[in-house]
């Protein structure tokens, strides 16, 4: 097996009707081997969670559980510590990335100058119309004081 080179983490507190779609969102739009690690922040349902994960059979995807809620930086921050792929990316429990995202967030790191990339937000509604959106500004060393 290809060691994967990105480790994404997802914190996730009582959204276990979510989290297979934010798993999916990572497995089914990498074109390659991705960690996932799901970091469950004290839920009050743990066993649901455990399902989800267990129904995936994928050894590359983790669940870490926390005995109390540490908040979302502190979920993230937990996930990160069992990340071992070089480059950590964060997806909320109830988000799912967009087709390009590996693509998206990765090409950049291409250039050894570069050493944190940043993407947008999208939010849409259950009749799929976007609400809002919010996307970067592209900042390089130039822009730099």
Not at 4 to 17: D, L
Request: net charge negative; with cysteine; aromatic share 4%.
């Amino acid at each position: 097996m290809v060691p994967a080179r990105v480790g994404i983490v997802v914190p996730v507190w009582n959204r276990s009707e979510s989290l297979a779609r934010a798993i999916d969102s990572v497995l089914t739009r990498a074109e390659e081997p991705v960690q996932v690690v799901v970091v469950d922040n004290g839920s009050d349902d743990p066993e649901a969670l455990s399902k989800i994960i267990a129904g995936y059979g994928e050894p590359s995807i983790s669940l870490v559980r926390l005995p109390a809620n540490l908040g979302p930086g502190g979920g993230r921050n937990v996930g990160a510590a069992h990340c071992t792929a070089p480059l950590i990316g964060f997806l909320d429990s109830d988000d799912e990335f967009e087709p390009d995202w590996l693509v998206a967030m990765t090409g950049p790191f291409e250039d050894p100058n570069v050493g944190v990339v940043t993407c947008g937000l999208r939010k849409v509604d259950s009749a799929g119309r976007v609400v809002l959106e919010r996307m970067p500004q592209p900042v390089g060393l130039a822009d730099a004081p």
